[in-house]
């Protein structure tokens, strides 16, 4: 008889327990916020690695419309100069590096030939010949714009999904 009374208690107290449901939700809430939170967080990171991606895609494309126009009038130093100075002054983003290099280091007087992927330059060649490749093109001038950028994440915790410079770079015919 002594047993039976301790467990009738224990019992109601049991039963209040798993009939009362009033702060449940709160609970489920308090447990999936983090988890939400990190979720959204990195969404909206990844979001803007893709905007400053296209940002500087869009950086050098300016560039190489501009060093096009520049490079029917200046070459060598000078248009590597203004199209670094160009881009830099559109930029919005913090670039890690940012270099113009005219046919690609090489004689700036002469004419060469980018074939391949990734380019490569041959020659050089005398100005408007054909190159040798077969494709149909024929030498001239170029000047290649390389630009990166290193994202920083909002949390450190997802700095470790974006631990790399992102890198572009084209090369524009001038000649």
Request: with cysteine; proline share 5%; glycine share 8%.
């Amino acid at each position: 008889m002594m047993i039976s009374r301790f467990r009738r208690p224990r019992r109601r107290l049991f039963g209040l327990v798993r009939s009362c449901r009033s702060g449940v939700a709160s609970v489920e809430l308090g447990l999936v916020t983090p988890v939400l939170t990190m979720f959204m967080t990195g969404i909206v990171d990844l979001s803007m690695v893709f905007h400053q991606e296209l940002q500087l895609s869009s950086l050098l494309a300016a560039g190489s419309e501009y060093a096009f126009t520049q490079g029917q009038i200046d070459s060598g130093s000078t248009l590597t100069t203004e199209v670094t100075n160009f881009i830099q002054a559109l930029s919005p983003l913090t670039l890690t590096s940012l270099t113009a290099t005219y046919n690609n280091g090489l004689n700036p007087s002469s004419a060469y030939c980018v074939v391949g992927s990734p380019a490569v330059f041959s020659g050089p060649y005398a100005s408007g010949s054909a190159c040798p490749d077969g494709s149909g093109s024929t030498a001239g001038k170029f000047i290649t714009i390389s630009a990166s950028f290193t994202y920083t994440a909002m949390f450190k915790a997802e700095q470790s999904f974006f631990p790399r410079p992102f890198v572009q770079s084209v090369i524009v015919r001038l000649q």
